[in-house]
C-alpha cells in the first residue's frame, strides 16, 4: 500500500514565478489536509478538502494560494506569484473515508520543499 | 492564534535513560491530542493519541500522560534509542477537521 504520495520533493522558483505542488492520498482515503512548515517550527493548517470541495480553507492566505481536489487525480496546492515567504516545506496529509481527525487517522506525505530565489 | 507550545526546545538524553517531551495548551475545549514525530525530511509520523477523558495511554515503549487541570500532556520514552532522535509534535484537535500543532521539540540521543 502506498503511502501519501506528494510531488516534487524540491521546487526551486524565482520571485513572481508559480508554483503547483501535488498529493496523491493513500488508497481509499479522500480526504486530504495542506499544512505549512517554517523551518524549526510546527506544521500550519492550510485547507482541508474533500472530493470536489473546499471544507474548511481558513489557514489559506487570501491572495495568490489556491487548493483543489478534482474528482480524478491528485490534490493541488498552487501557489501564484511567489514570494521569498512562501519558501517552506508543505506537507499533505490524508485520512479514510469515513474518519475523521478525531480517530487519529491522518497520514502525511514527505512533504514538497519550496525555495523561492 | 496557536494554542499549543511546549516547554523545552531542544532535549538530549543518552542512549538508555528515559525521555520525557512536555507540552502545554491553552484551550480548555481541547479533547483529542496526538504525538508526532518528525525525522530530518521527511513528514510527521503518528505515535500515539489520547482523549480528554483518558489521562494516560501507554504504547510500545511509549506513555502518553494528560493532566487536564493545569493543560498539560508529556510524552514518555522509555530506554531512548538513536533511532528516536527527531523532533516531536503535540498536536490538539477540539472536534474540528484540523489539528493544531505545537512548536515541537528536538530529542537528541547521545551514546
Known amino acids: 500500500n502506498a503511502g501519501v504520495m506528494q510531488n516534487p520533493r524540491h521546487l526551486v522558483r524565482r520571485r513572481g514565478q508559480e508554483a503547483r505542488l501535488r498529493c496523491s492520498p493513500m488508497?481509499?482515503?479522500?480526504?486530504v489536509y495542506w499544512y505549512r512548515q517554517l523551518p524549526e517550527e510546527g506544521l500550519k493548517f492550510m485547507v482541508y478538502l474533500q472530493k470536489e470541495n473546499i471544507i474548511d480553507e481558513s489557514g489559506m492566505p487570501k491572495e495568490r494560494f489556491s487548493a483543489e481536489f478534482p474528482k480524478e487525480g491528485p490534490s493541488i496546492l498552487r501557489i501564484q506569484q511567489v514570494v521569498r515567504g512562501d519558501s517552506a516545506a508543505y506537507f499533505c496529509?490524508?485520512?479514510?473515508?469515513?474518519?475523521?481527525?478525531?480517530?487519529?487517522?491522518?497520514?502525511f506525505g514527505e512533504g514538497s520543499r519550496l525555495t523561492v530565489l | 492564534g496557536e494554542s499549543v507550545g511546549l516547554h523545552l526546545p531542544t532535549l538530549s538524553v543518552q542512549e538508555g535513560d528515559n525521555s520525557i517531551i512536555n507540552c502545554a495548551y491553552s484551550?480548555?475545549?481541547?479533547?483529542?491530542f496526538i504525538w508526532y514525530k518528525q525525522e530530518s525530511g521527511k513528514g510527521p509520523q503518528f505515535i500515539i493519541d489520547?482523549?480528554?477523558?483518558?489521562d494516560k495511554r501507554q504504547g510500545q515503549r511509549v506513555t502518553v500522560l494528560l493532566n487536564k487541570t493545569v493543560k498539560h500532556l508529556s510524552l514518555q520514552i522509555a530506554a531512548t534509542q538513536p533511532g528516536d532522535s527527531a523532533v516531536y509534535f503535540c498536536a490538539e484537535n477540539m472536534n474540528t477537521d484540523k489539528l493544531i500543532f505545537g512548536t515541537g521539540t528536538r530529542l537528541q540521543v547521545f551514546p
Open positions: 489520547i482523549r480528554s477523558n483518558m
Open positions: 488508497k481509499g482515503h479522500s480526504h
Open positions: 496529509a490524508s485520512s479514510p473515508t469515513s474518519g475523521t481527525v478525531n480517530t487519529g487517522e491522518l497520514f
Open positions: 484551550n480548555s475545549a481541547s479533547d483529542y
